[in-house]
């Protein structure tokens, strides 16, 4: 056979062969349907659905829908921009739903801005953004306490740590002496006159927080210190989505102290006394049942928190209604706090030229705390008696068995039926009466209405009108019962009863405010323009009224018509604020950016000459990365450099104090005595805005395409014209005036660095840091260089503010030594009150003179740390946060080591003449003041997400459940002796006295156990 013919024929048969056989080898066609979503279960219409490595793909619908017949085997590709991509292999034919997660770490973020949003990488001022990703898992009662650590610059600081009491939050350091130091809060476009309180952490879809002038001069009047904008989540285009987020847990007291008991007081005083004991030791040994007072004033708390929430709509109307419970235990015995809160936020869009909103947020607290410090709690128990009477008690003190023990009862001046030695160290109740034997409770309904009208003129020009209320109704019931009363037991029922008392407190926040903004947005070639002009105006009224009565005729009844009314008082105060703004951004080329802003505001609060104030900014940005001479693959990606320059205001001093505020007095006519009025201060027609002037440059850095962020931010501010008292001698008349006099100095340095380290399929990994500086400076105090206050006058200390330096510092002695108790062991712990001070100036005495700055309570520098990693369905959260510098003014061990018995503050008196002038209270001393440094992990949240198989099989288009810590580590400074460094709760309404810490509540470990879920 022709060798040509025989190849042909191996051809052709093996042609044959491959066309039979090629329905074998083709692969398997598959349909696959689905949804995508974003995490919160939203849909998300023109999500881009491929087939990996083919030109094959398809875009979800208006419903977020689609439909793919595709290979089997094949990897499904789903993008979506501000998302990060997600893979999903395809092996059979099925109905999925896809969750994407937004993306980090983009300058193309929308930030909001204030009257408006705006892409971050046309941002030209200080502008920081906080996405809700798993805030409202971390278990606190507070929204604003979940900001700690996450913010450069922004300050959260837990001063009382009890169940539901707010932290102290300042951003870039504290801009003024007399008019407060809180930031605005505005909560969706709405400038509330109060806290976060009312705001749960569940309905937040970010946090904007607006640091330079520059970005909060829009504010004008009110944002010197910073201005912290609230987004509520809204409703998505697409079918009902319920949301279901609850969580439950535990917490406990950080640190304990110790508490000496008896029998260690005891080895103490035989080791120092030549192993002899005191007689009063001995004496009490009899009756010795060792206690230690924590176990009755803490105890182990609870938390427990349940939303649902309702959304979805369509092109015409969107909606998300919701509505929350709140239980928060505290850790101090009485310290309760429960809120109830709901949110309704509705979209309608008729047409395009009408759009309207509708926003609703109605809440109510109830919070019941102990009426006594912890440090009066803890020191009026002795750790030598049991809490009820045992025999042996009764037998010396006359007190029936069970009966409830107080020091004094073996005060045989106090008890004429107790005969023994006296060892009693305090007149006090023991804690447990101060603790269960006083009902304080506040109950608090907040509403929050608001409604706008935007008309669009064109695609360009829009007018928005709105128009909302905030009304806030407070209740504070006190009732003292007889038992809770210094003497009770041993001075009979008659005294007890005339001891009980109550009061009654109502206030009524009604704040009004009607704005009016007109917004032209036009791009055109290579210019983009975005302008804004409005007038806004807001009244606020306060009322408020107090009543009180005593000698209530039984613990049973607490209302005050049980008793014999002692007083009534009612005040009303108005307020009001005119304003008109103005801002334009303009970006040409997307490569130089432009902001002016301008906004006049008229307050009541000041003189009739002096009313109106100024504020006006300008910030400029540059986007180098945009220019034709940057390399197209540069290491640095994304570069933009900004500078601003703006003022802002300050009017937060309460109403009238441009007016000559009267009092009522009594005046004696004759014989007789005549009601008369007083006034407290003088007026003053010029007093005016405190304005605060800010410069602020910073650049925005990319690296690696995205993948490494950097900001980074210096600035300073000046406040001048600081809103102040000024004291003037009382011979005149009147107490002083109120005028604007000085001018103090922030200047620090921020940096937040963002990394993607992994960034695979199945494994991420994002780490971010921030850090920041502030320094504080008096540049101006009037006519006087320098103010010393004087804080506790029984326990003397003094804060210093001079010109040059920081606004506060603490001033005193140095400590030399202690000075050594001697032969007075009793009560247990005793300790000297006073320290051997240094002579400075080696003058042989100590006094003024010798006085020197001791510390400042303002930290050297802050710091958060924030890491996500997840793997496939499991993820790993936390946050780490850290001050570093400040000191504290810890009054503290002057309480809890019975400083101030008889017998122990008589120690120095045995010493030479030349020494006990060198004496001086503890309180007076660096003694008393510590280190406040420290390091927390103040969230850790693990978690697990069920896959799309389980998903689907429980009818979920999200479920997760997790496990959340807060404070799990808390690291304490070296010599730090109490229990919460942050604690400054003392003239917390006095700047100039800010650092002194007195019986503050202690950190707390929560832990919960959580499930989020929508359906």
């Known amino acids: 056979m022709n060798s040509k013919v025989y190849l042909r024929g191996i051809l052709l048969i093996v042609f044959s062969c491959f066309l039979f056989l090629k329905p074998a080898f083709s692969q398997t066609k598959v349909t696959i349907q689905g949804i995508v979503k974003d995490e919160q279960g939203g849909i998300l219409p023109g999500a881009s659905v491929t087939v990996q490595d083919t030109k094959q793909g398809t875009v979800t619908n208006e419903k977020g829908e689609f439909s793919l017949t595709m290979d089997a085997g094949k990897n499904l590709m789903i993008n979506y921009l501000g998302f990060q991509p997600k893979t999903y292999p395809v092996t059979k034919s099925e109905t999925i739903t896809i969750n994407l997660i937004a993306q980090d770490n983009t300058m193309n973020t929308v930030v909001v801005i204030g009257y408006g949003t705006q892409k971050k990488s046309s941002v030209t001022g200080s502008v920081a953004k906080l996405t809700n990703d798993n805030l409202n898992q971390i278990p606190v009662s507070r929204a604003d306490q979940a900001l700690a650590g996450k913010l450069a610059g922004v300050q959260i600081q837990t001063t009382d740590a009890t169940a539901g009491a707010a932290p102290v939050i300042k951003i870039r350091g504290a801009a003024s002496i007399t008019a407060g130091t809180n930031p605005l809060i505005v909560i969706d476009g709405y400038p509330v006159p109060t806290d976060l309180s009312a705001v749960d952490m ?115 109307v969107k909606y998300y209604v919701s509505g929350e419970a709140l239980f928060d235990k505290g850790v101090i015995a009485t310290n309760n706090y429960k809120r109830y809160g709901g949110q309704a936020n509705i979209d309608i869009t008729p047409n395009k030229k009408w759009k309207i909103g509708i926003s609703l947020t109605p809440s109510y607290t109830a919070q019941q705390v102990p009426n006594y410090k912890i440090h009066d709690l803890l020191r009026s128990f002795a750790t030598w008696l049991p809490l009820y009477a045992t025999e042996s008690i009764s037998q010396a003190t006359g007190l029936p068995v069970g009966n409830m023990v107080h020091q004094r009862a073996f005060d045989p001046a106090a008890n004429t039926r107790y005969k023994g030695i006296n060892l009693s160290a305090t007149a006090n ?137 002692s007083s009534l008082s009612s005040t009303e105060e108005r307020s009001a604020l005119a304003s008109v703004l103005f801002r334009a951004n303009y970006a040409y080329d997307n490569k130089y950016l432009v902001s002016i802003g301008s906004r006049w505001d008229g307050s009541s609060r000041f003189g009739v000459d002096n009313r109106w104030g100024y504020f006006p900014s300008a910030s400029v940005g540059w986007r180098v990365n945009n220019e034709s001479f940057y390399p197209e693959n540069a290491f640095v990606n994304d570069l933009k450099i900004r500078a601003s320059y703006g003022a802002t205001g300050n009017n937060n001093i309460g109403n009238y104090r441009a007016y000559a505020n009267v009092n009522t007095v009594g005046a004696v006519l004759g014989d007789a005595t005549s009601l008369g009025f007083n006034s407290s201060f003088y007026d003053n027609p010029d007093l005016g805005w405190e304005r605060s002037f800010s410069f602020n440059t910073g650049v925005d850095m990319a690296f690696l395409k995205n993948r490494l962020t950097l900001t980074v931010d210096a600035y300073r501010s000046t406040t001048k014209d600081l809103l102040f008292f000024l004291p003037i001698n009382t011979i005149t008349g009147n107490n002083g005036v109120w005028t604007n006099v000085g001018e103090v100095q922030n200047q620090g340095f921020e940096i937040e660095l963002g990394a993607k380290i992994i960034d695979k399929e199945n494994l991420k990994w994002s780490l971010s840091a921030n850090g920041a500086t502030n320094k504080n400076t008096v540049k101006a105090l009037g006519n006087s260089d320098f103010i010393i206050g004087i804080g506790d006058p029984k326990r003397l200390n003094y804060f210093l503010a001079k010109v040059g330096q920081p606004l506060v510092q603490f001033y005193g002695y140095e400590y030399d030594s202690d000075i050594e108790v001697g032969g007075n062991f009793w009560p247990t712990n005793v300790h000297s009150d006073r320290v051997i001070a240094r002579d400075i100036n080696n003058d042989g005495v100590v006094n003024e003179q010798d006085r020197v700055v001791l510390g400042q309570p303002t930290p050297k520098f802050t710091w958060g740390l924030t890491s996500n990693l997840k793997y496939k369905d499991f993820d790993l959260s936390f946050v780490l946060q850290g001050s570093e510098g400040a000191s504290v003014f810890n009054a503290d061990p002057n309480y809890y080591e019975t400083q101030f018995s008889a017998t122990g503050t008589s120690a120095y008196l045995s010493l030479p003449a030349n020494i006990q002038a060198k004496t001086k209270y503890k309180t007076e001393s660096r003694y008393s003041i510590e280190d406040a440094s420290f390091i927390a992990l103040r969230s850790l949240n693990v978690g697990y997400t069920l896959n799309a198989k389980w998903l689907s099989a429980i009818k979920a288009s999200n479920l997760r459940i997790y496990a959340s810590a807060a404070n799990l580590w808390y690291k304490f400074a070296k010599g730090y002796s109490s229990y919460n460094p942050e604690g400054v709760n003392e003239y917390t309404d006095d700047p100039l006295k800010n650092g002194y810490q007195r019986g503050s509540a202690p950190v707390t470990r929560n832990i919960t156990f959580g499930i989020n879920a929508n359906f």
Do not use: C, M
């Open 202 to 316: 569940n309905n937040v879809e970010s946090i904007e927080v607006l640091k330079d002038a520059a970005s909060a001069a829009i504010y004008g009047s009110r944002g010197a210190n910073g201005v912290i904008l609230i987004t509520s989540k809204s409703g998505k285009t697409g079918k009902t989505v319920v949301g279901l987020n609850t969580s439950a847990g535990f917490k406990d007291v950080y640190r304990r102290l110790d508490f000496p008991t008896l029998s260690q007081w005891a080895d103490h005083v035989k080791s120092v006394n030549n192993g002899n004991l005191s007689p009063e030791i001995i004496a009490a040994q009899q009756y010795d049942v060792p206690l230690d007072p924590q176990d009755i004033v803490f105890r182990q708390g609870s938390f427990q928190n349940a939303q649902v929430n309702v959304s979805g709509g369509s092109n015409t």
């Open 429 to 565: 109740n023991n804690g447990y009466a101060n603790l269960y034997g006083i009902d304080n409770k506040t109950f608090t309904v907040k509403t929050l209405a608001n409604a706008n009208v935007q008309y669009n003129f064109s695609e360009a020009l829009s007018l928005k009108v709105s128009g909302g209320a905030f009304i806030s109704n407070t209740r504070n019931e006190f009732f003292q019962k007889s038992w809770a009363t210094r003497d009770p037991f041993l001075q009979g029922a008659a005294v007890a009863q005339a001891s009980t008392r109550g009061t009654l407190a109502n206030s009524q926040t009604i704040d009004l405010l009607n704005e009016n903004i007109l917004s032209y947005n036009k791009s055109f070639n290579k210019h983009d323009l975005s302008v804004i002009a409005g007038f806004t105006a807001q009244s606020t009224q306060l009322t408020s009224s107090n009543s009180a009565a005593t000698n209530f005729a039984t613990d049973n009844i607490p209302t005050l018509n049980a008793g014999t009314l």
